[in-house]
């Protein structure tokens, strides 16, 4: 902030008015007057804190940097004047009194078994908004429900009398040693669920070494999440490709230099998914006559902060472009959110250092495949059309979604890929208990695995071949027997809308 | 009306009994006692009304022209004295005041975010006779649920890195523009969910560029949707035909003349279907003793209206009679309810500009297959022996009964069909919602139609080729994993015969 | 009764105990004092009734004649002097006034629409007994199930554009004209459901000009079913085997003598089978502790009434018989139950009039696949090994089980079957309504027949061809979508064993 | 016992602490201070019973020899004086009276009607305890449920025209006659579910002429259970291998010499499984913060009894081991827990006399398929490779998990199984009903084997051929229909982690 000028609170309280605008955030103090209409969140929010500290309510759906990123210099008024900013009465309603009691409730985490607990947990005590944001997903929600019911359609074929005194899951990816064949997928908005956002991921993926993919939307700032990294603690980022190309160069070039190991560019998201529980749940909380639906910009602000803030998507980013890639970086490339073999070719033949099998954890094209049907598509077509064999070290094959169990890695890894991403399972872990909450996770899979990599006979990752598993009907998308249990309890149902209710009266 | 005398009702109010039975509709005196014995609908209605203003009762089940085309110019007795006619009392029952109630509450149409949501509201707050009207189908209603969970068996291969910044879902039908691979399918009596009928169908198709099919049995009268039309506005006619030939001529020829562009000829309802669900309501709501199971005629009016007054229909068409259309109209003309590629094949060596691949949204033949389903199998078997490729402008294939998501459409396109027909869905807009219902039905259409366009990375719905699904579970019938909740919340379960309530004492 | 003497019910009522026990049975008196310990239903039941009328309990499980085939004449005392028996008191339980009160609330006829309808209504207002006895079936009533989901697996191919101006579902049987292609089946014990047993089926088949086949099990005897026939109305004789041939031989030559048009010979239970829900009931419905569970035969009397009087059945029935029955009778032979296309096969090359593909209603083998299933096996086989087509006049196929629409009935037909029989359908119909319940059961049928017909584009019974349904997944045995509403809200669920209540302190 | 001392309850009720913790266990004393911690149980629940008699804690989860294996001799004080123990105070909790209270309801076993009745009961009598740890699997319960639903997919091709008179059940078993073609299988922990713990099978299956597989783990000393056989009666010995190849060694020649006439050498459980189920038991019934989760030895205690004190099984377990234990006995040599067909082979290779296609009741590796499945695989390589036919009398096919009917049994032996392991039903069964119980069990499948061999046509074991059943879609893991509703409704759901309660306020 250029204006190191300090301002009292008392002065900020009176431009409290659409004519004259100032919120404080983070004890700074900005005029947004002029930024009203373009806030993609709408005025309506900013407003209600005129004058006012609006920390708190920023932080969870904003990086850091956004307020200065969006605001011109002239604009940032200076620091205020410690403890002086008017109070926001918070009025704690009857739902978050009822919801802070179920936090207190909650289970010790030597009662979590595994990670279907942590959702089951965390649904209860979360915020309703959060829960709704993490847990939505495109249209009837079929594709983001078949990424887990695919694991189920795999079947084991262990092979027994085989010396697993000692077993080893570790790995490489990309050249990078992690202690087991996952790494923790790039997820936006972190803070939604637990102030300290994804830090609590990086933390916990230090403490068990595993690696972390830094998302482009995290609530926590770029620099934030490397600079908590242990040192040798390996970060890849998550970009989504920016209209403006130069911005994209920027942070690429950025965070290369910060050490980032690899660049995971995003495919999938030329526009960001309509998920209607999420725009549901807006209505239930707010009154739905004063939603603004557009501000003077034409964005939809009912269809969710994700959306608004996402604007900044380029939905022109095609093959023609990957050779710039190149000469902007030398991070090994990989595609996220490939769906079909002659993708993953392409992607081959352009020379990239893999691609993620993926539809975005069923949050963009419902009745899109799941990453472990689309895997054995891909290992078989590109097979049968370049010699390859899975897992291949010099073009590795990814898969996200779905995943609830080591045995789901483990099915993943036998059918060819070199690792898997995890993403919903470790917010509900950080959403229900902070870091501690992600480190359990990981102890929980690492359990899972020791156990696991016995009883299928595998030493090692190297032992875990394609005749251990019987994916025959992988494809066939039909009602797997035996139902599903945790997984069904956890799934919130999709509602219709609904008739209004009725005021008591008086 | 030839005769223009002025009769009062107190006048009509004298003739009040079966011997003497004179209505009144729409102003009009008619004398109804030599047509008691052969109305349709049964005498007991039309007694209910004697000497009084039947016009409310009438119009939601009859189109305007009934009562002229089937009384002789001499019964057609004159105009009404205005203001003078016998009140009807209305009551109000509890039931219909609970219905009312809900109406008031219905949620703002902000909140309804896809086709499935009309349908929750119009349960709700449409009268009990229009639902069980609109929803029900064929015996157990296999077919009917089958339309749509066959879409569910249908899975995307969507392209990444392609551009589309732009994306465009206009196209054209029988060379005609839409702005959308869809039209207003025909269904009968739209009074029953709403007074405008069919009307807000021509203005809603009229505001977003879509065409309507005009139903045979519309409640409106065929002149009145045209008429209601905007200047270049494309409508269609569907047809049932009339044993009657020269009826049907006439019919074809007015179409024709005032500007229909094709006529779809219904080829799968020789006879209309039973449906239990609609003929389970009369039962509810009647007192069954008191119900006149055949009249005159034989007909048995217990089957429901549309049964009855669809006794024209012709079910000796046959394949020979086609010669016969096209000498009468120089209309495209195409079958709808084509059910097998035979005679998809049959149609297309007669010369026919296309077929609607139909089972009358499930309400004919039980266990019937789906349009998309049928779909598969015909675009390969005129592939293989005729050499046609699809979509094809010369034979044009259409499917209908199901699609609630612009996802649905896409499949449907991807796998050859030009467009596809919507129906019940805009029924439960509208008769939740009015026009404006069905105005934002098509704009949830739109907003769908541009998400998805992206997502599977095309750009124009040229681009939406074969390999962008994987059918090859299309016809195994199984239930599909994961659930469709919200379509089945919707589905109002059929019921047994159940035992008589007993009456509480006093 | 070889005793004509009138003996006063004074004097009978002084032989009431297991020393001298006399009974009176349709106003005669017999002294069953020899007979308690041989009685298959044991001796309690006798001896409650001892010195008293045992009409009552004894009409709905025996044949009129039973009692004097199993007693020697000498037994047979004489003739009750009218109005004198003593009273035995009939203590009406709430279980059966609250029965009663639902008997009163049967809806209408007009009101049951379809086969389902019966079998609601029936539920609620037969007895317990009877209900347990028709509904049960064997082990896990899997098989049972199956029958009618397997109709659900099969899919039409209508044909449009047909002439069914009129259409005609007559056909023949074994020679014999029938009104539909469908038979009342033989099933045991009906007057449980209605006191007129059987009788109602043969009167409501010959309004409708449908075959009865007459089960051995009947409560009426044979010669009340065929004196109660029209002239010219054709019955057939379901035979149960037994191990006395020469009984056999009687029943045979009997029946042809009557003029019984073919005889169906049961193949599938050379022991009747364990159907628990039937064996549950009977624990509700008495003190288990005073249920004798074997009489001085061995007999396991806890296995229901079905099973003790059957115990004549032979289960060394085999092969090498099949020409004996030839030499005693002209009539055409009919293996009814079998199971496989290798047993028919053997029947056709024994010279047999045809089979029955059935499992005996899923009563006795659980995972015996469904008749229609079998069918399409053996179509395929015979006409492979055989050259024969399907249906054939001099090899006819039959099939049972699970049918309860039209439809149903259609799918068997196109598959190559003559006509199908029906049995539990007819059984609710009776026990809720009696002989009306059964016209009306046929006029269901009739109308689902002409509607169909024309659905399918097949003006007659000949025009229903195999191209006209799709079974190529009938041999899944997968969850069929979507859901059978209306069979699954029938179908009883199958209860494990139970605490003991708790009785009620005073 | 060494030291034969006398001891006075008084003296030992001295050393109560963990400074000196002396308990008296089946009337002698030991002083258990030093081992404490090394308890795999922990030291808390030792601790309880410091100075008192803790036989009626230990009984259920210790053979009776665990104490002496483990103490020192010079630890093994001496005998109590008689009925001068100090008391612990036995508190009846409110869930365990409503237990009792149950137990007294239990129905009598005449309505015991099938195996899955036994279950029924036992979940509602036995403690909750030792349902958790008899009814819970590994994981999500996938593999526990598929076992028995695999069952569910194999269907009956009956033979009719059978002379089945006289059927036959019996067959051999490795050379041995048992009169049906089952087994008691192995399993941990009997007197958990009855105090007469594995004796019970032991007299149970005497008494049915079956043969009983021994445990490992059993409850009752290995000597006990063959003391208590009969003369002539066959057991087997199943054999977890201990690291320590001395102790097997003894073992194995131990029971050789007592006459077991074949060993079962687990091979699927190199780590023994985590049951989650059984997990959340205990902390349900502890106060979780008071579980001590690990001891000096650093076994996680808190999975489970049966976890801890299966620490001794080793690991590197080896196809190269097999000639030593080929050195060690005579006894032919089975392995137990091969799960694919190239195991299977190796295991005929290496001259073993069968194995059991087994996946340990579906607690060890969670989506291991069926053993039924497995099977069909099985004979088929090994009929291709091998030239085998089965069943086979050099190389026997066993399998286990998820029988419940007789129909299972014949299905597996049609498709080449010599004999079926069953072995929860019958821990259900002596859970709910004691040695009766087993009897019972015996007995109802004796019913079943009769019903059953009559009902597809075969007089005797080996008139059951492959062609009578249908597995041709056993591999496809869908959902079968109709569903399994006595095996359904006793499915006892996972529960995830839940809020812990709210204690009532005073």
Redesign the interface.
Known sequence: MANKQVISGKEVAKHNTRESCWIIVHGKVYDVTDFLDDHPGGSKIILKYAGKDATEEYDPIHPPDAITTHLPVEKQLGLLEPDTAEKVEVIITDTEKARLE?VS????L?????L??F???AK?VMPEKAWAYYSSAA????T???NH?AY??????????????TVDWSTTVLGHRTSMPIYITATALGKLGHPDGELNFTRGAAKHNIIQMIPTLASCSFDELVDAAQPGQVQFLQLYVNKDRDMTKRIVQHAEKRGIKALFIT??A??L??R?KD??QK?DAED??E?K?TGSDGVDR?QGAARAISSFI??????S?IPWFKGITNMPLI?K????W??AL?AYDLGLAGVVLSNHGGR??????SGIEVLVEVVNQLGKRRGLKFPNEKFQLFVDGGVR?A?DVI?AVALGATAVGIGRPFLYAHSAYGQEGVEHALQVLR??F???M???GAPTIKDIVP?MV?A??L?????????????G??YD??Q?????E?KAKL
């Not at 249209?139 to 079929?142: A, G, L, M, N």
Request: overall charge negative; proline content about 6%.
């Open positions: 179920r409730r909650r289970p010790p030597s009662e979590v078994l595994n279907h607990d959702e089951a947990v209860l249209d009837d929600e079929i983001n429900r078949e019911a189920h359609r795999v079947w084991f074929r262990p092979r027994v009398m085989i010396d697993v005194t495919v999938d030329p526009q998914g309509r209607e725009m549901r209505f739905p006559s939603v639906k009912s380029d939905p022109g980013l095609q093959w472009d595609l959110g490939v769906q079909r002659e993708d392409k963009q094209l419902d009745f899109a495949r169990r045995t099915k359990d899972e020791e156990m696991n016995r009883l299928i005749d019987d025959s009907h494809g066939a998308h039909i009602v797997a027997v035996p139902e599903d249990r945790l997984y309890a956890n149902s999709m219709s809308a609904s008739l209004r009725i």
